[in-house]
């Protein structure tokens, strides 16, 4: 099973992006989507955002990585 982290997206460069996921800051790939900007959120995963995601699915992401 692979599991997937949602973050915001704080700085978009070059094929990058600067995420916040639950307060840890990292850089990750951002390759795969197109037109991300500051403000999206995003699916993680192996440090590449999988997904362009709603502000509600992160929540509900949340509530069950809390769960876990």
Partial sequence: MCVGLSAKVLDVNDGTALIDASGAKRKIS???????????????????????????????????????
């Fill in 30 to 68: 951002s390759e795969f989507i197109d037109g991300l900007e500051p403000g999206d959120y995003v699916m993680v995963h192996a440090g590449i955002a999988i997904a362009k995601i709603t502000s509600s699915d992160k929540d509900e992401t949340g509530k069950i990585m809390e769960k876990l």
